[in-house]
């Protein structure tokens, strides 16, 4: 193990000294660093320092998180989950801003520190040769201190200490490096060896502490019981004999009487066809695709016994009554209503009734589509114009 | 380290005196002419007018309580600057008069039949002629006799160099300071929120507290960067020195941006016809450029410019900045009092011509001549203070 020269260090003990020590030093030497205890004003320009690009970072970053914040904001209220918010349009730039706010500023801290400890501070280069010195215990203790590295253009190790001694310097001492400790093919400056034994075990130690002191708080010693109120609510299991809701043992209490479901209407003329005919009166319009809709509806469920043109030839192959041809007399001259009315509550107790499978409106698209296919047979004169 | 501080009184530059006659003169002219032509318009710019000088003076005054209250060392070579700022506070009674003459032409609350109106009646207990002028009053006498126990005791430390002073100073400080917001939220609410007397925002007195220091202390980085390139201010002063205005002008910047737009949010958010009717008069026709504008004016650049950190050292900027800002707080003020006029009088859309540049252009040339005249027999520089050497070895 052989040991080089790092850098020959000089000690001060007051702030003026070593501002007076680095305007002296910056002259003569470009590669050289200061050390205090506490950030010393005056500092920078006394080190010839350029003003830091850390700023660069910060901006880039906050600018990431603004646009981060804005967009994906949005996006989610206008595009992935449009939700109406106390009457707001969806893009409400107003409420945005606070969040913008936050991310620009999260961001552009969590990256300024984050860059200032990796590309600045070079972690995970952890280590440094004034590392373990004499000269570092000084400096973050209560001395100011300097070296100029043994790679500058300039360096005599001689006239540096004789520099330093002329400027009073309380302590001067050389800082030495082992060959083992860097890597290959790279500058003395810049790389020493990332893993140190030490470190290694120091981080490792400090994981496996941290993990486990979280685990143990939060599942040992302030563990909590979920809520368990879901469990135990009176509620209805089902096959259980009676339910423990009501006293009569019922889960749920009947609608009151005369309640209406939504979306329904009852029906007035039960049982009783003339007034049908008399008062209905079809709201639809006749178009192709209300006379599409009373075809389907009219194959599906009328043609069975009526046959797909109402002829009265069943399928069904004398199981069933075969009904009466829709082309008769009598039924042409139903009024819509009447056929309405018997789609709904059905015919002498032979046809059944189809209101719960048909809709309103699929009723009386159906009436238009036996309309359609009575005057194929017996057309109107004015169909014939 | 240390030196002794070498300061020798010389007088401010003659030619402000002059440009300030020249605009005083001119904006006499301008007064005289708006006032002939439209009386009621321009007492709502002499509401602006007066709403500006007070933010020049009490903002300096504001400085001056802050900088004794929080031993700020930064910024006592320009605390003089600020105290002789400060006794504009000695004339703002006057830009009160056309107001006061006019008021019936301006503040609907004065009205006999505003009785009526359930919710003015309310009102009625503090939105009073007799009250408001009581109020007033107060005001202006609480500002001046600050004004006269801070500069008194400071002056008189130049000579005696007795750090008692600044002891007193401080305690007088710690009094002023809930009696500063106080009563600038009474001006505030007064005279320019009670031009709209239906409408209310609990936040107002901030929102005009945060031009007002931004004003006061725009002034005085103007006039005390001017000064010390002439070489006026005590020696050693440099950009380390002015880093400081630049760092509190940014902050005040981004605190102004802040309160406004808490206000702004909450109203937006909470959606009452009685809050937002006050912006939407200020959203409807080409106002709405001028609500705009504000952001970018008062926000936007300012922000810009102030951001980097060299920005904050270099004169010019930092000038450029202030100048900025004192124009964004006459804009702002333009901004909160005159959509009141256009609304009452059932003008379509902004209003301005010369009548809106009057005030600020009397006021500017008024501040000039009267700083002039008040730091004739003065030291530019607070020799006497014992933070003073403290400050000039400041380094960044």
């Given at each position: ?385 | 380290?240390?030196?002794?501080i070498e300061y020798t009184k010389q007088p401010i530059p003659?030619?402000w005196t002059?440009?300030g ?28 007018g007066m709403m500006f000088i007070i933010s020049i003076g009490l903002g300096a005054l504001f400085t001056i309580g802050i900088e004794y209250l929080a031993g700020a060392v930064w910024s006592t070579p320009y605390r003089r600057v600020a105290e002789i700022l400060a006794s504009v506070v000695l004339i703002v009674p006057i830009f009160a ?38 109020r007033m009053v107060a005001v202006f006498i609480i500002w001046i006799v600050f004004y006269f126990i801070f500069t008194k005791n400071s002056e008189k430390q130049d000579i005696t160099k007795d750090q008692k002073l600044t002891k007193r100073n401080i305690k007088f400080s710690a009094l002023f300071m809930p009696l500063f917001a106080i009563s600038l939220t009474i001006m505030a609410v007064d005279w ?13 007195g901030v929102y005009y507290f945060a031009g007002t220091f931004l004003t006061g202390l725009s002034f005085i980085t103007i006039i005390a960067i001017s000064l010390n390139e002439r070489g006026l201010l005590v020696k050693g002063l440099g950009e380390d020195h002015y880093y400081s205005l630049g760092a509190m002008m940014f902050a005040f910047v981004n605190f102004w941006?802040?309160i ?42 300012p922000?810009?410019?102030l ?5 904050k050292k270099?004169p010019?900027?930092l000038k450029?900045a202030a100048f900025i800002l004192i124009f964004a707080h006459i804009?702002d003020l ?29 006021i500017i040339g008024v501040v000039m001549v009267w700083f002039g005249i008040m730091s004739k027999n003065k030291n530019l520089v607070p020799i006497g203070d014992p933070k003073l050497q403290q400050a000039i070895d400041f380094?960044l």
């Open positions: 193990m052989s040991k080089n020269l790092f850098a020959v260090a000089g000690l001060f003990n007051t702030p003026d000294e070593i501002i007076k020590a680095s305007k002296a030093v910056n002259k003569q030497y470009k590669k050289f660093d200061v050390n205090t205890p506490y950030p010393v004003h005056g500092m920078d320009s006394a080190m010839g320092l350029k003003s830091s690009k850390l700023g660069y970072f910060a901006l880039a970053f906050g600018l990431t998180g603004m646009l981060i914040a804005l967009s994906l904001m949005t996006w989610v209220t206008t595009k992935e989950y449009p939700l109406v918010i106390g009457g707001k349009p969806f893009f409400s730039l107003p409420a945005f801003i606070p969040i913008t706010f936050e991310l620009t500023v999260l961001l552009a801290s969590i990256g300024t520190v984050l860059s200032m400890i990796f590309i600045f501070f070079k972690l995970p280069n952890n280590s440094h040769p004034i590392h373990d010195t004499n000269y570092m215990k000084s400096v973050s203790n209560d001395k100011y201190g300097i070296y100029v590295l043994a790679e500058d253009d300039n360096f005599d190790a001689e006239k540096v200490k004789a520099l330093f001694a002329s400027l009073g310097a309380a302590d001067i001492s050389e800082i030495l490096y082992n060959e083992d400790d860097l890597e290959e093919d790279v500058q003395v400056y810049q790389h020493f060896k990332i893993f140190d034994k030490k470190f290694v075990v120091g981080l490792l130690s400090i994981v496996v502490v941290v993990s486990g002191l979280a685990y143990y708080m939060l599942n040992k010693l302030f563990y909590m019981a979920p809520y368990n109120w879901m469990m135990t609510q009176s509620k209805v299991i089902p096959q259980a004999p009676v339910s423990d809701n009501f006293a009569d043992g019922f889960p749920m209490r009947n609608p009151v009487e005369g309640t209406v479901a939504k979306g329904f209407m009852p029906y007035e003329y039960k049982g009783k066809p003339e007034e049908a005919e008399k008062n209905l009166i079809n709201p639809s319009e006749v178009t192709p695709e209300n006379l599409a809709l009373g075809k389907i509806k009219f194959d599906i469920y009328c043609s069975p016994c009526h046959g797909y043109f109402g002829k009265g030839d069943s399928r069904l192959n004398g199981q069933f009554p075969n009904p009466p041809s829709l082309h008769s007399e009598k039924a042409r001259n139903f009024k819509d209503g009447r056929i309405f009315h018997i789609i709904t509550d059905g015919q002498n107790n032979v046809m059944p009734g189809y209101y719960k499978q048909l809709s309103r409106d699929d009723r009386w698209a159906v009436v238009n589509y036996v309309r359609v296919l009575q005057r194929s047979l017996n057309a109107k004169e004015e169909d014939l114009k | 380290m240390s030196s002794k003659a030619n002059k440009i006659m020249i605009l005083t003169v001119l904006g006499l002219a301008l007064v005289g002419a708006s006032f002939a032509m439209d009386s009621t318009r321009a007492t709502f710019n002499s509401i602006l008069i056309p107001g006061l003459i006019k008021m019936h032409d301006v503040f609907h609350w004065s009205h006999a039949e505003a009785l009526q109106d359930a919710i003015l009646k309310n009102k009625s207990a503090y939105l009073n002629t007799t009250f408001f002028i009581v320019m929120m009670s031009l709209e007397p239906h409408w209310f925002s609990t936040i107002y941006a802040y406004a737009f808490s206000q702004y949010l909450l109203i937006w958010y909470a959606n009452l016809p009685e809050e937002t009717y006050w912006f939407i008069n200020r959203y409807e026709g080409s106002w709405a450029y001028v609500s705009y504008g504000l952001v970018f004016v008062h926000f936007v650049i922000y810009i410019i951001l980097p950190q060299p920005a270099d010019k900027r450029l804009y333009y901004w909160l009092i005159m959509p009141t006029y256009t609304k009452q009088h059932g003008i379509e859309g902004m209003v301005f011509s010369f009548y809106e540049i009057a005030f600020p252009v009397l380094h």
